[in-house]
């Protein structure tokens, strides 16, 4: 744990953004603060648990609480103070955060996957794209709502670009060092889904179905 | 296993009532003998299987398969007899049951987690809540009711308060038999929840949004 | 991997049929060719992977990508060609090759039980069942559908009887090869329900409630 490190602290923020969500998906529920919370915590943990169990090795909250500690503050401050957030600049916010999340934990899982060899090519994309959204697929299974893979939204399409990418990337650019390559990867799903939230981008049409 | 073991005894009791609501639950979905059967074991062994997922352990029904006799006959009953069991008596009984087996399954958890030396203290509290509530989730996702998280009745504050006293009680008390913190644990956890139960107490108005 | 392996190819024909079922269960809802994909994939694999995490074994897909490409495939096809599918013929032919792809897992998930000797006898059948469903009630859960084990088709009756059959068999013929017993049994499920599909058989009385 490396409170001077920027990745961690990006990956923070992306569980911040998790838990947030998943609170302010709930609320209109009529959940209680505890309710709240466990949902919060399940969904900011939630994809990347089940990474750890394919993957068999020891969960990664195990090792580092704070991941537990910040999803659990940013439940109880998204719970008494949802009137804030559900504002229309600060749910914004809150879908750029998302991004940043998603972002992170699709190219640390995807790295994760990499470094044990598992099943490579495929094992990464796949658990990739399993972590980030993981947990929102849980939120939205657990509270009842359409899950966002239903959604007509630009989130898978980002996603499986972006891990595709990487893995492009490291494999024809052996030489560069992969924190960069990881860095960029990260940025530019960013990219696209922050621009897919700013302009409010759909699915290209050839992805639909005429109907 | 001990069959003149209490707590076993306690936990089996747990299992039934969690079979049961289980079964109760589904039938008005018009469900048949199997899938009755099928949801009543899921949601009687589901928490348990993955608290031991996470915490990369044997099922704990791998090693005593009488937590699966007990659940499937248990189901089977309360398929056939359930005109009696949605009689309010019985109801209430078998909400006292699923107090009996939440109480249970949550320091029994937190006592394997703490065993493990689980990401402490985090762990413990998590998994123990994981496992209480994870088999009423999964009940209720797969027939489709709204999750009992997302419900006013005051069901995750026992268990949370019951688990964060366990470690506290452990910590203060190291010369106090583990046995003796455990029991009286499980008594308070139950006995919170069979006041709400009995008394129809509700979440307290700070917990709840005023909306 | 044996190409020449008819049970392989079987294997992979309910894959096929999985991974078809699932997109054509989303796409009333609107999903786009990403989401359809990442549907298709878990419905899958999700069952055989909830088993391999039970028994706490690498999962089946990590050793043999075709598991992945073949579910990735036939989910597009099944987007783009979804008009075709949804006609009725096509429909039944998907039912049955269902039909062969839950016979298959049942059979194959109950051995690898058998083979790493777990949780005897109880063990085989349960995560025979749990492979055969898991994939579907997840794709239900997901797409907020009503479980298939909510509907009244006989579904989960022939795969119980199936497995508890298969061990049976195995128990009382030690002669006779596995691999004749495997496949008896694969073509016996598949016969019960393959006869339930073309009568439209229903669950028998005394299996259901009389309401």
């Known amino acids: 744990m490396d409170f001077n490190d920027f990745p961690y602290f990006l990956g923070?923020?992306?569980?911040v953004a998790f838990a947030v969500t998943a609170v302010l998906a709930v609320i209109p529920k009529g959940i209680d603060l505890f309710g709240a919370c466990v949902m919060g915590i399940i969904t900011a943990i939630g994809g990347g648990t089940i990474r750890d169990m394919i993957l068999d090795v020891e969960v990664f909250w195990a090792k580092d609480l704070n991941?537990?500690?910040?999803?659990?503050?940013?439940?109880?401050?998204?719970?008494?103070?949802?009137?804030?957030?559900?504002?229309?600049?600060?749910?914004?916010?809150?879908?750029?955060?998302?991004?940043?999340?998603?972002?992170?934990?699709?190219?640390?899982?995807?790295?994760?996957?990499?470094?044990l060899d598992f099943?490579?090519?495929?094992?990464?994309?796949?658990?990739?794209?399993?972590?980030?959204?993981?947990?929102?697929?849980?939120?939205?299974?657990?509270?009842?709502n359409p899950s966002l893979l239903m959604k007509k939204e630009l989130y898978a399409v980002p996603l499986t670009f972006g891990v595709v990418l990487y893995l492009f990337l490291l494999q024809l650019f052996p030489e560069v060092p992969p924190t960069i390559i990881s860095t960029s990867c990260i940025f530019i799903t960013f990219l696209i889904r922050a621009s897919a939230i700013h302009w409010n981008l759909q699915v290209p049409k050839w992805m639909l179905l005429r109907q």
């Open 12 to 15: 923070m923020a992306g569980t």
């Open 67 to 115: 991941y537990i500690w910040v999803s659990l503050i940013a439940s109880i401050i998204a719970f008494y103070g949802n009137r804030l957030m559900t504002g229309k600049k600060t749910y914004k916010l809150m879908l750029y955060l998302d991004a940043v999340g998603i972002s992170m934990f699709l190219i640390q899982s995807a790295r994760k996957a990499i470094d």
């Open 119 to 144: 099943a490579m090519p495929v094992g990464p994309v796949l658990l990739g794209v399993i972590t980030a959204i993981g947990g929102g697929v849980t939120r939205d299974v657990i509270a009842g």
